[in-house]
């Protein structure tokens, strides 16, 4: 039931693309491109049925609608899947044929990295078409986004600690980090740098003793997190975080952090925060940072420009909560809202009529 599918959610384009010679099958999809371009990355993943890959990529592409109008981009959202074993799938013959397929769309869809690809899988995807971010720093990109993600937490985080505390100084307050990787480690010299305390646990125990060497963090188990006291609980690994089992266990006044999909059931649980008076920060606001990074390459990258941007993080998050007061529902609930009333704005401003190729009248 595609077109039933397609048709709830409003979605643009399924593309099914198949190439025998290198093994290729992709499905790409464009939820929306009513605020400009659809962007969004490439996965790869093993897939155990087609209905399955087609489910992940009509959620994925929502998902990116939302996130990149909730972070003030000019893109629409998409989202390609690649059915296969990206361990053992991959050859220049199978990412050259994806290049081509997007960009036989003309630029209406922009691929980037995703779960299973990487920035040499940009590149070849590259040699075929420019509609494609997250390539080489040698190309024109800025690189590993992961510090531009963790100074996009670090600005929800502030703006968070205003909301739940009346001040967005981090200075002297304790942060709780599940999780020390790429985006958190950076989220956390951030931090340390402000005069935050930091409270840190994670599976792997050199990024712990990474953390506690370098900025002082005090080291718990991977269950204690939940437990600790803290101003401010920061989930930066794992998605479904916040649950009816978790949830309980908080000690905090807020909760912001850098994880997909913290909340388990977004509805119920962001309600339950909201009952115990645990202000939330919308994580695919909060997250944002990386793709509003990856998005400035498409107008000839310039890191001061993509850190501007990035700040403007905290602003977003102002909104929300502004929206949230107005309405008289959760951050999360609003982040949508704020979201949707952008695209609707500018669906009203394109009922406009504007002359283009095909109205203009040749006269002589």
Known sequence: ?????????????????????????????????????????????????????????????????????????????????????????????????????????????????????????????????????????????????????????????????????????????????????????????????????????????????????DFGAEAVGIEDIYSVEADIFAPCALGGILNDDTIPKLKVKAVCGSANNQLLDSDKHGSQLEELGIVYAPDYVVNCGGVINVADELQGYNAERAKSKVKEIYNQMDKIFSIAKRDGVTPTVAADRLAEERIDSMMRVRSTFSLNEVTTLNRR
């Open 1 to 213: 039931m595609i077109f039933e599918k397609m048709e709830q959610y409003d979605y643009e384009q399924l593309i099914f693309c198949h190439d025998e010679t290198s093994g290729l099958k992709a499905i790409i999809c464009i939820h929306d491109t009513t605020l400009g371009p659809a962007l969004g990355g490439c996965r790869m993943w093993k897939y155990d049925t087609e209905e399955e890959a087609i489910e992940d990529v009509l959620r994925l592409a929502k998902g990116m609608t939302y996130k990149n109008a909730a972070a003030g981009l000019n893109l629409g959202g998409g989202k390609t899947v690649v059915i296969g074993d990206a361990e053992k799938d991959k050859s220049e013959a199978f990412f050259r044929a994806l290049g081509r397929y997007v960009n036989s769309l003309g630029g209406r869809y922009i691929t980037a990295e995703d779960v299973g690809t990487t920035v040499n899988d940009m590149d070849t995807i590259y040699q075929e078409t420019p509609y494609v971010c997250g390539i080489s720093e040698s190309y024109g990109s800025g690189g590993n986004p992961s510090p531009m993600t963790a100074y996009g937490v670090y600005m929800a985080m502030k703006r968070t600690a205003k909301e739940a505390f009346g001040d967005d100084s981090l200075e002297g307050r304790t942060i709780a980090v599940q999780g020390v990787g790429n985006v958190s480690y950076n989220l956390c010299r951030h931090l340390h740098e402000e005069g935050a305390k930091l409270i840190v646990t994670d599976i792997n125990d050199d990024s712990v003793e990474r953390a506690v060497n």
